[in-house]
């Protein structure tokens, strides 16, 4: 069934080696006073922060580093601080995801008189923006092209989705080179969060038929790549196609009149609140589990999937038997890739199981297709153990 | 080889039934006068015109009707006329691509002291235009969401392609409801040019194995819903994913990186210059032919789209009688969409493939990736006899 849907995605991406060239034609337009936001130094190392500081030769550049993975709403507190204080213009990240989620913060909340956390909390609608731009250094989150931003409070132990129309950035250069000497095992990271974000789109109500051709091909095209990053990682080609597919899974391209599920995303991040691990690690060690506990509610659409993404040959299989091996098949992918599909695997017991679920169930709905209780996240968890 | 690239795609998208509703609101934000230009008059009877001035009572509206088809520079210059005498703040498109395609001229020529012909010859480049919008009632070229127009200039005998990036519409309204009466040769017209629009960007020189997979798959899905919309043509679902699939295949969003080869169009263009026949006729009789010609030149790409697109079966074949399957397999099918596969089904016989071959080649360069000679052009259109 086709939904109906808005759309509009005013972010300009500048995609391609030595893109960073247009910087400073594209920041022109909004001022002179940047506040330059980064996260734990690897800009230094790569030469970024120094290709950035040439090609801005002609701006007053202001610095706040130290954006941390999991970008907490203090940090966007010094940084508004900061602008306010020094009249910034424009807000430039270099960085991954994290710096990017953060920036969308900063820029809301730099027209807000209160705390920047009432409009992670929903309790504050942005109504003017301070413009932004990124220069990414993974691919991963997407959020290069997109609205969303996650934000941590360490204080009140919430992770926390969030958007606003006005949050797009203004631009985003996308080089695959500055994804070169990522580690490998952040490069599985982002691999796994790419497609858990296709895969939670996939996993709708509505299964318009344009939308589950081009998210299959897109899983395909990531699962064909994947494994040759790790063999070449100084690959451009094969870079470039990562860092596209990240930009492609959650620019909302794949959700023309659809609206995923994003349960997973809610549970992991209850755990990643609870424990300091990555994103992905939860996403890959959960996603399977998830999937095997709604095969049984959606036993044809976790089939189209195997068969369809998975590869899955049917013949003299039940729709659950091929549903099942579709979703193995995914979690020894995962495995292959060198990502955890195991809570033990970084370090978590299930100590903290009931508390997790809480947190995760703490919202009107976790599971916009397929509701979950806190009995079934409970559930889930374990299986995950 | 991944290209580098620039996308930035500002359109907004209000997709499905009822969503006129936000038409009010939409233009609001540009002034109070409004141009509605329109075709034939099929919206008198489809009732969207009544329903344009339900939406509309705060509004001043003036009317300019009678777009043709292949829309003339002589119609966007009377309403840049009328625009210009009543001092117009927003153009209101009501129709298909050609209504969108004039709307874009007469948007970018409102502001330009010289003869609109002079933007659609690049002999000019619009620096400023005036906002506008489109209410589409035919799902095919994909005007709706890109920066491109068609214009015919008929003293001239000519039929050209020009864009430019003020050319995007502000919004554009896609409601399958609308298309419920689009005549069935007319539905089947729209489904050859998107997916003529769609083929000849696979066949692009970078081969971009993320955008090669969008396009397989929205091929496929186009593919799919297309006989069954003769069967059904006022089923909403199947309306709406041809809708949707026409915007996609002409958004840009399939082609970051790529540069597709575009010389089926070209070709067409100049025998719709010369014969007044359907755009789409003259792309479903060319297509094939091209895709003939093209074969010896570059086999692995067409076996690509024969296995991927058509689903040809390439056991004990060679690649070349694998891609010649492909072809002949697009070929019955359009035909058994009802499509026209020679020139004579249209009336046109040898007389003027010299003349159509001269306009086709009278550019730069016939086909960005398998450049046409006079004679190619001569032999394809031959073959198309």
């Not at 995605?9 to 247009?22: A, D, E, M, Y």
């Not at 424009?90 to 960085?95: E, I, K, P, Y």
């Not at 470039?240 to 391209?253: D, E, F, H, Q, R």
Request: glycine share 8%; charged share 20%; with cysteine.
């Amino acid at each position: 069934m086709i939904n109906n849907f808005i759309y509009r995605n005013p972010t300009k991406i500048l995609f391609g080696k030595g893109q960073i060239k247009h910087l400073s034609k594209e920041i022109s337009t909004y001022g002179k006073k940047i506040l330059l936001l980064y996260g734990g130094g690897s800009i230094k190392k790569n030469g970024l922060y120094d290709e950035i500081y040439s090609q801005l030769k002609d701006f007053e550049i202001f610095e706040l580093g130290g954006v941390e993975p999991n970008p907490r709403v203090s940090t966007a507190r010094k940084a508004i601080e900061i602008i306010r204080k020094n009249n910034i213009d424009f807000l430039l990240a270099a960085g991954g995801g994290s710096t990017v989620d953060c920036a969308k913060l900063i820029s809301v909340g730099t027209y807000y008189d209160g705390d920047p956390w009432d409009i992670v909390k929903k309790k504050y609608f942005p109504e003017k923006a301070l413009p932004f731009g990124d220069i990414l250094t993974l691919a991963a989150t997407g959020s290069e092209m997109n609205p969303g931003s996650v934000i941590t409070n360490i204080e009140t132990e919430e992770k926390i989705g969030w958007s606003s129309p006005l949050a797009y950035p203004k631009f985003s250069i996308l080089d695959p080179v500055y994804t070169f000497t990522v580690p490998l095992s952040q490069t599985v990271n982002g691999i796994v969060d790419t497609m858990s974000h296709m895969i939670e789109q996939y996993f709708n109500a509505e299964h318009n038929p344009v939308m589950d051709g081009l998210i299959e091909s897109s899983l395909k095209t990531v699962m064909k790549y994947a494994p040759l990053v790790l063999e070449s990682p100084h690959n451009y080609d094969i870079r470039a196609v990562l860092m596209m597919s990240a930009t492609i899974g959650l620019n909302y391209s794949l959700s023309w009149g659809t609206m995923g599920d994003w349960a997973t995303h809610g549970i992991e991040h209850a755990v990643s609140a609870v424990y300091d691990i990555a994103h992905a690690e939860g996403l890959s060690i959960i996603m399977p589990n998830w999937l095997l506990y709604i095969l049984p509610k959606d036993i044809l659409r976790v089939k189209q999937f195997a068969i369809n993404v998975m590869d899955v040959n049917p013949e003299e299989k039940s729709d659950e038997e091929i549903g099942k091996e579709g979703i193995l098949k995914l979690q020894s992918y995962w495995k292959s890739l060198g990502a955890p599909t195991h809570l033990s695997e970084v370090g978590i017991d299930s100590t903290n199981i009931k508390k997790m679920a809480e947190i995760a169930t703490d919202r009107p709905v976790l599971g916009s297709v397929y509701n979950l209780t806190k009995n079934d996240v409970i559930n889930i968890l374990k299986s995950s153990l």
